[in-house]
DNA sequence: CTTGGGTTGTGAATCTATTCACAAGCGGGC
DNA sequence: GCCCGCTTGTGAATAGATTCACAACCCAAG
């Protein structure tokens, strides 16, 4: 056994969730063992980091053969908690709101959408699916009596940060926020920031950087 | 003088994005200093944290004043690639391309829709604000016509690594890709991955772990 | 002109993450 | 039963990022 809990970076989390979707494709193409190179090279990592990676949760593989594909998926979900559904409600019913409604990605991986909500009239009252557009007003009642763990902002920037306030103090613990704004909140509330800007100047900065020679 | 050109980490990329954000917000409420305190409050970083990164690329404030808000702007705009326009190309016209098409943020920062491509014959003839959506049969042509140095593949997970080389060989540069495949592509091109996955999965991870007590 | 509160710029120290190297283990072949 | 090729798991070494501490500096006030 290696270890219970000590700190897990965010980095080697990401990196496993990289490793579920590479053992997936493994599994669809009949693989019943894969050693760390193969995660590796699929996941665009090394060999000795999966390995690292997977050794901080457990010892899951067998030395001279890999890891069995399969059964890793298993516990791969179970250290990422996919193995049980997540309530989540969709704050902002626009674009952004709407390209995520439709992503099958929500249901196959357990991310319910139980509740979405919007201030604009037009939009209250219509139907997503099976899911009808609540007015923002309702969202404390709404939160609570769906038991929303997760909220996914797709609001403007401008009543982000209010909006999360509320939906933390409504006991939401995990907010996913697409509005450009910086969102403060207690230290127990995880929060992750899909920054589009961010990613866009990222290429432009190192464009500028390679071009000019 | 600090340095010329060393290595600049991905990381310090992404907090310079977040302190210009912060400065636009100091500029259109009046102020004309910040201090490194100031920009660390409203990026959520620290002092030292601020004051290190822009050291990296020169001396841009004042003993015992702080940073002057405008030239600053300028300064990271210039580093930052962002006073130029950006050719920019969109694989995939459906709900994700027509998010980030409407985002207002591309033209504000000087990234230019200039191609739109879809394989969709409902899709390809019709137009999105000035763009006719091209066929994918006319990628290389297009690209190099509009000189092209930005793709964001909007596209499902099948066809985005074929498109990647596709566009690679057409000559540009940088790609932002949403679509859930790895990109295996030569060193020199600029690769950005969005992965709603994971980001969902690094709070679901989160919320395991700290949840059970 | 000098003092004092405030702030930057940066080398050094610390902390964190990745890479390396190799002993331990597995199974197949003979 | 025993080698041999292959792969894991992990402590140690390296590399990288963040934090710290403080000298250098700026301006305003007296
Ligand atoms: N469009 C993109 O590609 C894109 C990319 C990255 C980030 N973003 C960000 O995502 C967010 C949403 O973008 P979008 O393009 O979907 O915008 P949008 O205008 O299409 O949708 C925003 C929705 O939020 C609703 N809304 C506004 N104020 C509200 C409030 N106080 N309470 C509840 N609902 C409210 C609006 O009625 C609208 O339906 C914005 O913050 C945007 O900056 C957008
Ligand atoms: N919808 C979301 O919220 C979301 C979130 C994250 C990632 N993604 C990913 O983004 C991508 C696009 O998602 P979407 O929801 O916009 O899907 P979508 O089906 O609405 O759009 C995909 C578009 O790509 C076009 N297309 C398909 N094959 C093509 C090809 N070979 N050449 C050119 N065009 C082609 C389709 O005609 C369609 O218009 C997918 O890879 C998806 O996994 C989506």
Not at 53 to 60: I, N, Q, V
Not at 95 to 110: C, I, S
Not at 161 to 166: E, G, H, I, N, S
Not at 176 to 198: G, I, Y
Request: hydrophobic share 45%; glycine share 8%.
């Amino acid at each position: 056994m290696p270890s219970p809990d000590r700190k897990i970076s965010e980095s080697t989390v990401r990196r496993l969730s990289a490793y579920l979707r590479s053992l997936e494709a493994l599994e669809a193409s009949g693989a019943e063992m894969a050693s760390s190179g193969e995660l590796a090279r699929r996941a665009g990592t090394t060999a000795p980091q999966v390995r690292k990676d997977l050794s901080t949760f457990g010892s899951f593989g067998k030395r001279g053969l890999g890891y069995p594909v399969v059964p890793l998926i298993g516990s791969l979900e179970a250290i990422l908690g996919l193995t049980r559904e997540w309530r989540v409600a969709l704050l902002g019913a626009g674009r952004v709101g709407a390209a995520l409604h439709t992503y099958p990605f929500f249901r196959e991986r357990g991310f319910r959408i139980v509740a979405i909500f919007d201030n604009d009239p037009e939009k209250v009252g219509l139907r997503w699916d099976d899911t009808t557009i609540r007015h923002i007003d309702e969202l404390e009642s709404v939160l609570a009596g769906e038991a929303v763990e997760i909220a996914i902002l797709t609001v403007p920037a401008a009543p982000a940060p209010a909006l999360a306030d509320r939906v933390v103090r409504a006991g939401v613990g995990a907010i996913l926020n697409f509005a450009p704004a910086r969102l403060e909140l207690p230290p127990h509330v995880v929060v992750n920031e899909v920054n589009l800007a961010m990613e866009l100047e990222l290429l432009s900065f190192a464009l500028t950087r390679s071009e000019p020679r």
